[in-house]
């Protein structure tokens, strides 16, 4: 009769994901939660600090004034025509990034990506539900969508916060007088939050984002990536099970002459690296995709192993097949290589473009362009008129009021759309925001006007100091004949 044989899997099972990671304590998770709470507080503090620019001018140390195209970061006042250094802000950013990566792995994904950082402060507020309501109840059931969907109407309230006037932008939410915009954003950032931080959660870092994937090509084998050393760990086994001969006596020549497959290694498969993942890879089958580098699984580890009397450093930041050397000491990682001295002197590059374009920002922009249309309208008296959309913008200290004159065509007269007469010279106030939109009507008296096209100057100058703020090169239309 034949006889079958039955293959035991369900003790080869894993035991499913824990629905919340557990706690720990150690070096990374200390440093992560130094960076989580100061980005934190980044985001949230920094739209309510004040920053005095005089009458007129917001005086949120930063914001992004969407109506009057123009950011605010301090003492300094960018405008759409400064692409360039945020551009260089970018490319600063990227190269940053990537020089990281190439030193020590995914720092950014396990410490300072937003998602990671939202994931693990709703991770904690799931924690602090359950401790104080008890897990599994319905209060605690409740209490945990309630608090999750505060945080996140919290977060996208903070993001609508850089774009409006914090100190009175609740009061305008509350009352109906904020921007529809604004009721907007902080909808969708609500759910969108909401959703990726309380729900998909690791599934971002897992099956939509897609750094992980760059990241993979710009490690190499100097990188400090999160590594299980497989030499000492296996075969896994229970504390109470003997350790083999080369792991209880660390000598070289006892390693070198016991057999590698008597007794334990130092893991006892307590399971405990990867009930701490925020991902929930197993990091002992090797580096995986899903590792995200926040060094969690190492703080695990670490505790393990000193509770059970054993060398720390089972699972440690190291280079990829640190294992393969059998060594109970890190390997030494050379940060001064090719591939980062480019990224470094990019990134020097980088920051040269961004602080040359900082110094060299103009702080009047003077705009003057001929009209559309009819090229020029001759009046009854004889005169020609040439109609021309100007417009002027400053970020200087003290402007109140500025003189505009054009040049190179004699006894012209200027006056803009809202004035009745022509005069040679025109003053215009400043406004509180600073900038000026009109159309400007330059006339040339009675057989002055050019035949057919002539090149002049429009000059704008302070009124008190008499300094030239800006000229713009156009041109005046006459009758050919």
């Known amino acids: 009769m034949a006889t079958m044989t039955v293959i035991d899997t369900?003790?080869?099972?894993?035991?499913?994901?824990?629905?919340?990671?557990?706690?720990?304590?150690?070096?990374?998770?200390?440093?992560?939660?130094?960076?989580?709470?100061?980005?934190?507080?980044?985001?949230?503090?920094?739209?309510?600090?004040?920053?005095?620019?005089?009458?007129?001018?917001?005086?949120?140390?930063?914001?992004?004034?969407?109506?009057?195209?123009?950011?605010?970061?301090?003492?300094?006042?960018?405008?759409?025509?400064?692409?360039?250094?945020?551009?260089?802000?970018?490319?600063?950013?990227?190269?940053?990034?990537?020089g990281a990566t190439a030193v020590a792995g995914r720092v950014w994904c396990g410490f300072t990506c937003p998602q990671t950082v939202w994931t693990d402060l709703f991770f904690t507020v799931e924690r602090f539900c359950e401790r104080l309501f008890g897990k599994g109840t319905l209060l605690s059931s409740i209490a945990k969508p309630v608090a999750q969907i505060a945080l996140a109407v919290l977060t996208a309230f903070g993001f609508a916060a850089f774009f409006n006037d914090a100190p009175s932008f609740p009061l305008a939410l509350v009352t109906g007088t904020a921007p529809l915009g604004a009721y907007l954003a902080i909808g969708i950032l609500s759910l969108t939050t909401w959703l990726f931080a309380a729900y998909a959660k690791e599934r971002i870092c897992l099956h939509m984002c897609p750094w992980p994937r760059f990241q993979a090509a710009l490690l190499d084998k100097e990188s400090l990536v999160v590594t299980y050393q497989r030499w000492r760990g296996e075969p896994r086994g229970k504390k109470r099970e003997p350790l083999r001969p080369e792991l209880s006596d660390l000598t070289a020549l006892i390693r070198e002459a016991s057999s590698f497959d008597t007794g334990r290694g130092d893991c006892i498969d307590c399971m405990r690296c990867v009930n701490v993942c925020p991902t929930g890879v197993d990091i002992r089958d090797g580096l995986q995709m899903g590792c995200i580098g926040c060094g969690l699984c190492v703080d695990a580890c670490h505790e393990v192993m000193t509770r059970i009397d054993r060398p720390t450093g089972l699972i440690r930041f190291d280079v990829e097949g640190s294992d393969r050397a059998g060594?109970?000491?890190?390997?030494?990682?050379?940060?001064?290589?090719?591939?980062?001295?480019?990224?470094?002197?990019?990134?020097?590059?980088?920051?040269?473009?961004?602080?040359?374009?900082?110094?060299?920002?103009?702080?009047?922009?003077?705009?003057?362009?001929?009209?559309?249309?009819?090229?020029?309208?001759?009046?009854?008296?004889?005169?020609?008129?040439?109609?021309?959309?100007?417009?002027?913008?400053?970020?200087?200290?003290?402007?109140?009021?500025?003189?505009?004159?054009?040049?190179?065509?004699?006894?012209?007269?200027?006056?803009?759309?809202?004035?009745?007469?022509?005069?040679?010279?025109?003053?215009?106030?400043?406004?509180?925001?600073?900038?000026?939109?009109?159309?400007?009507?330059?006339t040339a008296a009675p057989g002055q006007a050019p035949k057919g096209r002539a090149n002049i100057r429009v000059i704008v100058s302070d009124a008190e100091s008499g300094a030239t703020l800006g000229e713009v090169e156009t041109y005046f239309w006459g009758p050919a004949r």
């Open 10 to 98: 369900v003790s080869q099972r894993r035991p499913a994901r824990l629905p919340i990671p557990q706690t720990v304590r150690g070096r990374y998770r200390t440093i992560k939660t130094a960076i989580a709470w100061a980005l934190l507080a980044f985001y949230f503090i920094t739209p309510w600090i004040r920053w005095d620019r005089g009458p007129s001018l917001p005086d949120q140390a930063v914001l992004f004034d969407l109506p009057g195209r123009r950011l605010f970061v301090f003492g300094l006042e960018f405008w759409p025509q400064d692409l360039p250094i945020a551009v260089g802000a970018l490319v600063l950013g990227a190269f940053g990034l990537f």
């Open 327 to 442: 060594s109970f000491t890190q390997a030494k990682v050379q940060i001064v290589r090719p591939k980062t001295l480019l990224y470094a002197v990019l990134c020097l590059l980088a920051f040269g473009s961004m602080a040359v374009g900082i110094t060299r920002m103009e702080s009047v922009l003077l705009d003057v362009e001929p009209q559309r249309g009819q090229p020029f309208v001759q009046l009854s008296d004889g005169s020609v008129r040439n109609d021309f959309s100007f417009r002027l913008a400053h970020r200087l200290p003290h402007l109140d009021r500025v003189v505009i004159r054009a040049e190179g065509l004699d006894g012209a007269s200027l006056r803009f759309a809202t004035e009745e007469t022509g005069q040679e010279t025109v003053a215009l106030a400043m406004p509180g925001n600073r900038r000026i939109s009109d159309r400007l009507f330059i």
